[in-house]
């Protein structure tokens, strides 16, 4: 079987539940057009998001900071990488301002590849941003979803938390960093990142301002076990995370880690159920549900 007919064949064996529209075509090309003309990115299109048509609707969008290459290689994201990434585009904060204020959206989720090759990580960039947004569009609530802000040359525990100190500072309405998966198969499927480094930023935004409601997320379907998963949100229980977002993983490509799983709907409620037992406050749990799957309604 060659390269096309095994990506066919995968999408034919694809369970319903996976398949929607993608909502207004019109609501979706404004975007589009916006954000082309200003050269900027979303994760909503980057990522090829299945919800980006209902959140558009809804006034809502993630815009992916400083260009589409990340510096990691984690084995199941769309997003660009292995090779240099772009220059910091210093025009970027006024750009993502415009498009907030044309779009008229009253929640923005500023998100990113992780930027090792710079100083600060890109945190610096993240408060650039959410203060001309906000010097444009004072009633729009800002939620970041963070890369782990480790890499880069000696940086170590202490450069981490500056990072993060940097943008807790600045008000997010929400700090967001995913997990992504169990503890077992962080080695595989997120590539240079590390679990006990992940579950690190989301105990240090609360350490430094425990009125910022934090949240995490995993992409389920890798192989993980439901004890696993429970063990992963009693862990992120465990350093105060707030919210939940659980989804499942749909292969983008065939260089990316093939499904293991397609947890139905039923064992989707059943985890979610499983979370609000144990204590987060707000909990988004189904097979397409994505990081930002209505950040706004929280």
Not at 77 to 89: I, T
Not at 148 to 160: L, M, R
Not at 162 to 186: D, F, G, K, S, W
């Amino acid at each position: 079987m060659n390269s096309a007919q095994e990506l066919k064949s995968e999408i034919a064996a694809m369970p319903s539940w996976l398949r929607r529209s993608i909502g207004k075509a019109s609501e979706i090309s404004t975007v589009q057009r916006i954000i082309k003309q200003r050269q900027i990115h979303t994760i909503c299109e980057e990522g090829r998001c299945p919800n980006r048509g209902e959140c558009y609707a809804q006034k809502t969008a993630t815009f992916l900071l400083m260009g589409p290459t990340c510096t990691r290689s984690c084995a199941f994201c769309q997003v660009d990488k292995g090779h240099a990434p772009m220059p910091v585009d210093e025009e970027e904060p006024q750009k993502v301002a415009e498009s907030v204020h044309l779009l008229g959206l009253s929640y923005v989720v500023l998100t990113a590849v992780a930027r090792d090759d710079l100083a600060d990580g890109g945190a610096g960039h993240f408060v650039k941003t959410m203060a001309t947004i906000r010097q444009m569009n004072p009633a729009t609530q800002i939620e970041v979803l963070t890369p782990d802000f480790w890499g880069g040359a000696g940086v170590g525990e202490t450069g981490q938390k500056h990072r993060i100190a940097m943008i807790v500072n600045a008000q997010p309405a929400c700090y967001n960093h995913n997990v992504e998966t169990v503890r077992r198969l962080t080695g595989p499927v997120r590539r240079g990142a590390k679990y006990d480094r992940s579950l690190a930023v989301l105990a240090t935004v609360k350490e430094i301002d425990a009125s910022i409601p934090t949240k995490s997320g995993l992409m389920l379907g890798h192989g993980e076990t439901q004890e696993e998963i429970i063990e992963t949100m009693a862990d992120l229980r465990a350093v105060g995370c707030d919210r939940i977002t659980l989804g499942q993983y749909m292969r983008p490509s065939l260089e990316h880690l093939p499904v293991q799983k397609y947890w139905t709907p039923a064992e989707f409620d059943e985890l979610g159920k499983i979370a609000q037992d144990m204590g987060f406050s707000h909990v988004r749990s189904g097979p397409l549900v994505r990081s930002s799957y209505h950040a706004g309604d929280w």
